[in-house]
């Protein structure tokens, strides 16, 4: 039989292991810069711009607010999260563009052209 003592060893140890650590964040990808350029090569001025994650499927706030990025001017914008993302634009005097699907975390710039967007 064993002793009292052998017993409550395992008991202690166990109380003096740390915790495990908690698992990764699954939506995290390592190395993933998040950063990007909005980019206006278009003839007009951009007076709204939204984003949000693809999966989110709503287009979320107007990032500019009351801003306007004027023809070949530029903005640097960090999304909250890696993945696929969908942005989406107003010109000044009407007309929008969309640009659906985008890995951020291999896209440095979003253009617009006087066609549409890109991802570069």
């Known amino acids: 039989m064993p002793s009292r003592r052998s017993l409550l060893l395992p008991l202690a140890l166990a ?6 650590s908690p698992a990764p964040d699954m939506g995290a990808q390592p190395g993933c810069d998040t950063r990007f350029r909005l980019v206006n090569l278009s003839r ?11 999966a989110e499927r709503q287009w979320g706030t107007d990032r500019l607010g009351d801003s306007v990025l004027p023809a070949g001017g530029a903005l640097l914008f960090r999304a909250a999260s890696g993945g696929n993302h969908d942005f989406r634009i107003r010109w000044e005097g009407g007309g929008a563009a969309e640009l659906l699907g985008v890995d951020i975390c291999r896209a440095a710039d979003v ?4 066609s549409g967007m890109f991802a570069r």
């Open 15 to 20: 109380a003096c292991t740390p915790p495990p």
């Open 44 to 54: 007009r001025a951009v007076t709204a711009f939204l984003y949000s994650p693809s």
């Open 111 to 114: 253009v617009v052209t006087d």
